[in-house]
């Protein structure tokens, strides 16, 4: 491969991302992330060849290192008890510097560089300040690959980790150290993982060969079946019999150690070929970040698409449950208004009337009088009743529908994020997945409740008392007046009970019908009015939760945006957002 061929490649995937509809959105920090490896991989090219040691803590790394250069360059562990990159090359004489992040440095021996640093070990505040540490040397095994030791993956503190992780795309070639006693562990192959999905080519080491029982063919069939799928070549060795046998001129150690085959590997395959092998590293860097850009854009795509699906799917299923709820409480209320409110007085008044007991020494006025204040107490009594019921069957039924649909779209934007990191595990590491999840329309929903129930269903504001309203707006069901005529043709029938009960019936008859006609058409408004406020309610806290600031028409163009840039995607005339 020609380095004009990788350098198009990087800017042709330069130019993908300053066309990008979603660059503006400063939320999505994977974009930053792709940005800053660009630069690390354009200013990489014609570089020395950079071989990083890398693994967890207590795996041997520095001892490995030492081994590789021929003499002792890294004091065991220095590097693990340190947040600080440490590269190392050669030169025809030894110095050491130490770099600030603000371009300040110190230069001395290495002896006194590794005291800085023994000296600050576990200060984060001193570390915070370091960029990296340059260590030389005049070892033969440091004069065609710069190595890089790193703090380790499952170090002390999470800041070393960062640092490392920060650092992977200035690296050429890792080899990752194994602590042969520990392998298997999760933690370790997903940091393994990472590394392999950024595209670097890996070469394992299962070290301390010379502490466990087992055949080193064992240990490396079971290495090639948990994580070979992450690796180019893996080898058994001892770091400390290598190291041992270097110091002593004892090749037979040397040999023992596995030592020798690894690095007659790495100098037929990588050191005599460290300008391909860099250019293809570079290379496949940068496919890894091309295949990433292109699939935050798809799960964005398809994180809007099902946003706006479900935004109707709300209004659809609120105006649906509305309208059912609204008929069947129309009717129940219909039901109650002919059949059950005032019965008990019309009971009342025929046993009454049936006893001959009801018309006896009656005073016309205090008859007329007492007839309608009864009723029209008992009328309110169970109006009141009935509506402070009514408001609580109402309400109840609202959570349950409301509940319904939060339960199904969650299970579905659940269902979708879980297809969406397994989609990325190929593509991007897990980390930078996470990262996307919390991206600019993900996070409301992922994160919990739709807001359909909980935003609406607070104190009631949309439920306007039912039982309130109607005792506002409803007249008296009887007025006194109107009674007079009648009590008196019952007066001169006073054994005509049939007249009688017929008589009280009409008057119930028309109480019914008077509220009937009122309490009906209210109560019709004011259910339309509960769907339609709940309603808006609940679109409006679903973007507000799910939309990230965005407008819905703001959001719609964005997903057409999104179409024609990954429609344009691969067009190698790259016309994007014309």
């Given amino acids: 491969m020609q380095t004009s061929e990788v350098i198009n490649k990087l800017n042709d995937i330069r130019l993908k991302l300053e066309n990008s509809p979603l660059l503006h ?120 690959i710069e190595i890089i030791d790193t703090p380790g993956l499952a170090t002390i503190t999470s800041e070393n980790e960062e640092i490392t992780r ?87 150690l040397q040999k023992k150690s596995g030592f020798i085959d690894l690095k007659t590997y790495l100098l037929e395959k990588i050191e005599r070929h460290s300008n391909d092998v860099l250019l293809d590293s570079i290379n496949s860097s940068a496919i890894a970040l091309d295949k990433k850009l292109k699939y935050i854009h798809e799960e964005v795509l398809e994180q809007i698409k099902l946003k706006l699906k479900s935004f109707n799917t709300i209004n659809d299923e609120i105006n649906r449950r509305g309208v059912r709820l609204k008929e069947h409480h129309l009717n129940n209320t219909e039901t109650w208004v002919w059949h059950t409110y005032l019965q008990s007085e019309l009971d009342n008044f025929i046993q009454r009337i049936d006893s001959g007991s009801y018309f006896k020494n009656v005073n016309l006025e205090e008859l007329r009088n007492d007839l309608v204040n009864e009723l029209n107490q008992v009328s309110k009594m169970e109006i009141r009743q009935y509506l402070e019921a009514l408001t609580s069957k109402i309400e109840r039924e609202w959570k349950e529908s409301l509940s319904d649909i939060d339960n199904s779209l969650f299970a579905i934007f659940n269902k979708a994020h879980n297809d969406s990191v397994l989609r ?79 008589f009280v019936q009409n008057i119930i008859s028309n109480a019914r019908q008077n509220l009937s006609d009122k309490l009906l058409p209210d109560l019709e408004v004011l259910l339309d009015d509960l769907c339609r406020k709940t309603k808006e309610k609940a679109l409006e806290e679903y973007i507000l939760k799910n939309f990230n600031g965005y407008t819905q028409e703001e959001i719609k163009n964005l997903y057409a945006n999104l179409e024609i840039y990954l429609k344009n995607y691969n067009s190698q005339n790259l016309k994007f957002l014309e």
């Fill in 424 to 502: 990325g595990m190929n593509i991007v590491s897990n980390s930078s997945n996470n990262s996307l999840t919390d991206s600019i329309i993900t996070a409301g929903a992922i994160g919990g409740s739709l807001a359909v129930y909980s935003a609406v269903l607070g104190p009631a504001a949309a439920y306007v008392s039912i039982g309130t309203a109607m005792g506002v707006f409803m007249p008296p069901i009887l007025a006194a007046g109107v009674l007079v005529g009648g009590l008196q043709s019952i007066i001169k029938n006073k054994k005509e009970k049939n007249k009688g009960k017929e």
């Fill in 25 to 144: 959105m400063s939320n999505i920090s994977d974009l930053k992330s792709i940005q800053n490896d660009l630069d690390v991989l354009l200013s990489h090219i014609n570089q020395p060849l950079k071989m990083a040691i890398l693994g967890e803590v207590k795996s041997g790394k520095s001892t490995l290192l030492n081994a590789f250069a021929g003499g002792q360059i890294s004091p065991t562990n220095v590097t693990e008890t340190t947040a600080c990159i440490m590269k190392i090359a050669f030169s025809e004489t030894s110095k050491a510097l130490f770099f600030y992040k603000n371009g300040k440095k110190i230069e001395g021996s290495i002896d006194e560089i590794y005291k800085l640093l023994n000296d600050n070990q576990n200060n984060i505040d001193f570390f915070s300040q370091c960029d990296h540490v340059e260590i030389f040397k005049p070892l033969s095994g440091l004069k065609q």
């Fill in 166 to 252: 920060k650092y992977f795309q200035n690296i050429d070639v890792v080899l990752w150290v194994f602590n042969v006693h520990y392998l298997g562990q999760s933690d370790v192959n997903e940091e393994l993982r990472t590394v392999a999905n950024m595209g670097k080519p890996i070469i394992g080491i299962v070290n301390k060969i010379d502490e466990i029982a087992e055949e080193p063919e064992e240990i490396l069939e079971y290495i090639d079946k948990t994580v070979g799928l992450y690796l180019k070549k893996c080898f058994a060795i001892s770091a400390y019999q290598a190291y041992t046998g270097i110091q002593n001129s004892d090749m037979d």
